[in-house]
């Protein structure tokens, strides 16, 4: 039988999201403050490029009556407020009541207002923008007028806007059509996939062990796995504060779950990383920090993985170089809170794109989505736009790929590949990437 060699591609870890200090003493506020001064400028060459010559103000200065009726553009952080977002008071009297709250899955209603600020003042605004569409903490430009009322009526808004990388000669695939592939996935959940026939299936088609050449012929050009997040749980643990003393037993119930589910991964991808390199990234109900960006799960939980030297734990979210193309993503919070607080109707992919023309890989932090507070920088500020886009844990798979003109430079920029990686619990499905062209495959052990 003809054994064939599995291909590699250089590897580098940005480290952008590793946390120096985790200090809770300092105020949010500065996280605003930074994004706002790390954004503005690019919104507003995005601002000149989409309305030419325009009369830009300070929002302060809107307060004078000479600028009432004149069209300008004014620029800020945008706020949206919104009566059914979640209040830690609210909830916990909630709680309390003798019939138990269902939980709400989506926080927006027809009474949602926006309103942009800066680090001086805030306006109201209104007119040519939807609520639904918009979430808090996005940095923009509106052009419009101030009313007789003290509001802004808004004309058009504008974003930082995706910025494409020039376009660069990519080496082309090999002349037997197999290249080299990443392979996502997400969503393992150890906890309740203890024994299933699809895992034991994928860990043989990736260490060769599974298929025809050809099928081995392709698992043998993944350079690397990506598992993006919710490998040792996959729903939360709920407590409620009625009654918690009395349940407080299933605390050494969760914990043993989850020690016997880390035990499981660890003896999952100690056969793997024999075979194939694996970037391990936490999602929100593994055993890593809550806040993100999570910081990578510890080497000593995985003493069978960490043998070998095809194991890197990554943060949450992750970016870096997987041969000639920047890959970066997250375990789905982001994408998945975004949703709670906007328009239900849009799909995954679509708010996926959307936060590269916002350049921030999760702009609801730390309003609705947990985050360090920062003082001096907001490290979720896109620095390094990836080819390849991707998050974890969606109910369905899904995938785009972006490829335009961009408007600064009027260049033709390099493509990006859109990707939303399906629970593989639920779905028994990984996704498959080629870092040539940007072609993906969905590959399924099972019947889900």
């Not at 590699?8 to 506020?29: G, M, Y």
């Not at 919104?43 to 009726?69: F, P, S």
């Not at 375990?331 to 992919?349: F, L």
């Not at 390849?388 to 369905?396: E, V």
Request: charged letters at 25%; hydrophobic letters at 35%.
């Amino acid at each position: 039988m003809e054994q064939y060699e599995r291909k590699t591609a250089e590897f580098e870890d940005f480290a952008r999201f590793h946390i120096q200090s985790r200090s809770f003493l300092r105020q949010f506020c500065g996280i605003y403050k930074a994004r706002l001064a790390t954004l503005k400028p690019k919104a507003l060459k995005r601002a000149i490029v989409k309305w030419g010559k325009c009369k830009v103000l300070q929002i302060v200065d809107l307060t004078k009556e000479e600028y009432e009726g004149v069209q300008c553009a004014i620029f800020g952080t945008l706020y949206k407020h919104q009566e059914l977002k979640p209040s830690v008071l609210k909830t916990i009297s909630e709680e309390l009541q003798a019939v138990p709250q269902p939980p709400r899955l989506n926080f927006c209603s027809p009474k949602d207002s926006v309103y942009l600020e800066d680090d001086v003042s805030r306006i109201k605004l209104f007119g040519g923008l939807e609520p639904d569409t918009l979430v808090t903490g996005l940095v923009c430009g509106v052009l419009g007028h101030v009313s007789s009322d003290g509001c802004f009526w808004v004309d058009d808004f504008c974003f930082p806007g995706l910025y494409l990388s020039p376009l660069l000669t990519t080496p082309s695939s090999s002349t037997n059509n197999y290249g080299k592939y990443i392979l996502f996935l997400s969503g393992l959940d150890f906890v309740n996939l203890a024994d299933c026939m699809a895992l034991q299936l994928f860990k043989e088609w990736v260490c060769g062990m599974l298929g025809n050449e050809t099928i081995q012929q392709e698992a043998a050009g993944i350079v690397r796995i990506i598992i993006a997040g919710n490998s040792v749980r996959g729903s939360p643990e709920t407590f409620d504060r009625k009654g918690y003393f009395e349940n407080k037993n299933r605390d050494k119930k969760f914990a043993s779950e989850a020690q016997l589910a880390v035990h499981r991964l660890d003896k999952f991808l100690s056969h793997i990383t024999q075979s194939c390199s694996v970037i391990l990234m936490p999602g929100e109900f593994d055993p890593s920090c809550h806040s993100i960006p999570q910081h990578p799960m510890h080497r000593n939980m995985f003493p069978l993985t960490s043998k070998h030297g095809h194991f890197h734990g990554a943060t949450n979210p992750w970016i870096g170089k997987i041969g000639s193309r920047t890959v970066g993503g997250s375990s789905g919070e982001p994408i998945m809170d975004i949703m709670k607080v906007s328009d239900t109707e849009s799909s995954p992919i679509e708010w996926l794109e959307k936060t590269l023309d916002w350049q921030h890989f999760a702009p609801t932090a730390p309003d609705t989505l947990a985050e360090y507070p920062f003082d001096d920088s907001d490290p979720l500020v896109m620095k390094d736009f990836p080819n390849i886009y991707f998050a974890g844990n969606m109910d369905r798979y899904e995938t785009k790929l972006l490829q335009g003109t961009d408007r600064l430079t009027d260049s033709v920029g390099q493509p990006i590949r859109l990707v939303c990686i399906p629970k593989f619990s639920q779905s028994y499905s990984v996704v498959l990437v080629d870092l040539d062209s940007l072609d993906t495959k969905l590959i399924s052990f099972g019947t889900a």
